[in-house]
């Protein structure tokens, strides 16, 4: 509470909470979604459910500047695009850390918690679907700017310096692709240690066929690219 001047602490904001911050951030009904203590199956469902909360709530947040930065691409608003780019990667950064909390569970006691999930299953993360439904047109946007530019994907780097923006764009949707590769890797290897990659998921899927999902990539352009580069200018 503030003691700087009459009524500065008294809130303002429509809602019944006793704060301002509590009303904007909603926080009772932010606080209410978790699970009561006399509902768990097991305590660690509350680590469970923050970490997967968690990350739904940055996954929004980098779908949406993703998406926003399409948009902004087709209008060859460039570096304002990077922009939203760069926080929408540092969202991937947020999320594959997350998963380190989950290695705080016994697998033993993991098998206990997984009892409350009924056919839970991460292919139904609301996050994760945006991602994969935004990053295509993002990608569309970036090749038709490369083009109005008048420039083939390898003259985006071999002539980076003259077309910053371009480059820097180009930069930014290897670094999504890769942190998305890199979430893939560190989801598994926390699969792999807390249930096993031989066993099924809750949806019946295989671990096993889930783990060879590291391979996809959204834009395996920009990695064959830097062949074509180390080939162009090979040492001497
Ligand atoms: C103990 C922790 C976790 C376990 C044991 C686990 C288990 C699994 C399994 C077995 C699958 C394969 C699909 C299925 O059959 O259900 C899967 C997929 C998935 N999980 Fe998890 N998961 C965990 C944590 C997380 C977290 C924290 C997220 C964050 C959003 C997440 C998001 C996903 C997504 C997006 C997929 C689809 C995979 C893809 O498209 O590459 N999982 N998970």
Redo the contacts with the bound molecule.
């Keep these: 509470m503030s003691d700087e001047g009459p009524g500065l602490s008294k809130p303002v904001l429509p809602g019944s909470a006793p704060s301002d911050y509590e009303r904007y951030l909603r926080t009772e009904d932010l606080l209410a979604l978790q699970k009561d203590a006399d509902e768990w199956v097991h305590r660690d469902e509350l680590l ?1 459910q923050t ?2 909360q968690s ?2 709530l940055w ?1 929004k947040l980098a779908w949406n500047e993703i998406e926003e930065a399409a948009r902004l691409v087709g209008s060859d608003e460039l570096a304002a695009a990077n922009r939203l780019l760069r926080r929408a990667n540092d969202c991937l950064k947020l ?1 594959t850390q ?2 380190d909390m ?1 290695e705080h ?1 016994s697998p033993w006691e ?1 098998t206990f918690v ?1 009892k409350a999930l009924g056919h839970g ?3 139904d ?1 609301p ?2 679907r945006e991602i ?1 439904r935004v990053t295509p047109p993002l990608g569309a946007a970036f090749h038709a700017a490369r083009e109005r530019a008048g420039l083939s994907l390898v003259e985006v780097y071999t002539r980076g310096r003259e077309f910053e923006q371009l480059y820097q764009l180009a930069e930014q949707l290897i670094e999504l692709d890769e942190r998305v590769i890199v979430w ?1 890797v560190r ?1 598994f290897k ?2 792999q240690r ?2 096993g990659a031989g066993v ?6 295989p ?1 096993e066929v ?1 783990g060879r ?1 590291i391979h996809k990539s959204f834009f395996p352009e920009l990695w064959d690219l830097r062949n074509e580069l180390t080939e162009l200018n090979p040492p001497e």
């Design positions: 469970f970490v997967h990350s739904e996954l999320v997350a998963l989950l569970m993991y997984r299953s991460g292919f993360s996050g994760f994969r893939r989801h926390v699969v807390v249930i099924v998921g809750t949806q019946g899927t671990v889930m999902l």
